[in-house]
């Protein structure tokens, strides 16, 4: 408050509440030329109720701004270090919560494993005496001993085959895939294409190579591997196709991977086993599974390997007409 003299205090000068409502409203906060606010107010003067003059404050708030950007880094900061905690926290418990569910599945993996590692030795027993009786005795061929000594022998080889993939996965899934090299897929499918060569005769079907790229294609893997992949996908092809079908082997390839495709004639999948068929035990067509001895493991071991050589498999299908199976590997560098 401001009065010229002390005798007009009571007469001539603004109240206190007068002068604050005055104040609020002519508060201005300004900016000069360097970027410093500054806050500032005016407050007119009256001397018996005539405006004689103004009164002017103004303060810099640099001080403040410095603290308010202090406090906006600091708050910033924690924030950050708030957020990275908590993620390094919840992987830190899951990670943790998770182990127990690792260790089962390890466990589960190696006893998998080992059963049919133990199952193989007298499968082989099973398999190799009923051939020397078979062999031995001749004139058992025709009688009702013969036909059950027929039916074991068969049975104990697909259960041996069956102990043999299931092996296979348990080594897939450990990822004991052994060294990988360098593989040259013209040479791998020409090989596979020669060597079930028979197998699709004997089905009465068509199987044949499509034109291959000029340049080699290599990617990086276990040639066993790749072979088994490849020649599980034609196998289930040929089963799969009616007798005088066809199923072609195609070779190409984009900027970073290969793709193989496998096409058949055959009967088709449905959508909804589609999504199911890379399941282990899934078999699509009961009755035809039984038929040909599938146990539904081939198309999850392919599956398996084509993961663990880092690609993957795709199907396209219409159900009574046509599968293609794409099998997309990256490239070697």
């Known amino acids: 408050m401001f009065c010229p003299t002390d005798a007009e205090k009571t007469s001539d000068c603004l109240d ?3 002068m604050d409502s005055i104040q609020i409203e002519n508060w201005q906060t300004l900016i000069n030329s360097f970027g410093t606010r500054y806050r500032q107010i005016e407050q007119p003067l009256y001397l ?33 270090a708030t957020v990275l905690l908590v993620v390094w926290s919840s992987w830190w418990l899951a990670g943790l919560a998770m182990q127990p569910v690792y260790r089962s599945y390890q466990q589960m993996q190696q006893f998998t494993a080992d059963a049919a590692h133990e199952f193989r030795t007298p499968l082989a027993a099973i398999q190799s005496t009923v051939e020397a009786i078979l062999t031995l005795h001749g004139q058992l061929e025709g009688s009702e001993i013969g036909y059950k000594l027929a039916v074991l022998k068969r049975q104990s080889k697909r259960l041996s085959q069956l102990v043999g993939d299931l092996l296979l996965l348990a080594r897939i899934d450990g990822r004991l895939a052994g060294q990988f090299s360098s593989c040259c897929l013209n040479d791998l499918l020409s090989d596979i294409i020669e060597e079930l060569a028979f197998v699709a005769v004997e089905a009465h079907v068509t199987l044949v190579m499509q034109p291959q790229p000029q340049e080699p294609l290599h990617v990086k893997g276990n040639e066993e591997q790749l072979y088994r992949m490849i020649s599980n996908l034609i196998v289930n092809a040929i089963q799969a196709t009616p007798s ?19 096409q058949d004639t055959g009967v088709g999948i449905a959508p909804e086993e589609q999504i199911q068929i890379f399941n282990r035990f899934y078999r699509v067509q009961q009755d035809r599974s039984r038929r040909t001895g599938g146990s539904g493991l081939g198309l999850p071991i392919a599956d398996a390997i084509a993961s663990v050589h880092r690609g993957s498999i795709s199907v396209q299908s219409q159900l009574g007409q046509s599968s293609t199976f794409t099998v997309r590997l990256p490239l070697e560098n």
């Not at 005088?244 to 496998?262: D, F, H, M, P, S």
């Open 16 to 18: 206190r509440s007068q």
């Open 244 to 262: 005088r079908g066809k199923v072609a082997l195609l070779l190409t390839y984009n900027e970073r991977e290969a793709l193989i495709q496998i």
């Open 48 to 80: 018996k109720k005539n405006l004689w003059g103004y009164l002017q404050v103004g303060r810099s708030l640099s001080d403040l701004d410095r603290h308010l950007t202090v406090l906006r880094l600091i708050l910033l900061i924690g924030w950050l």
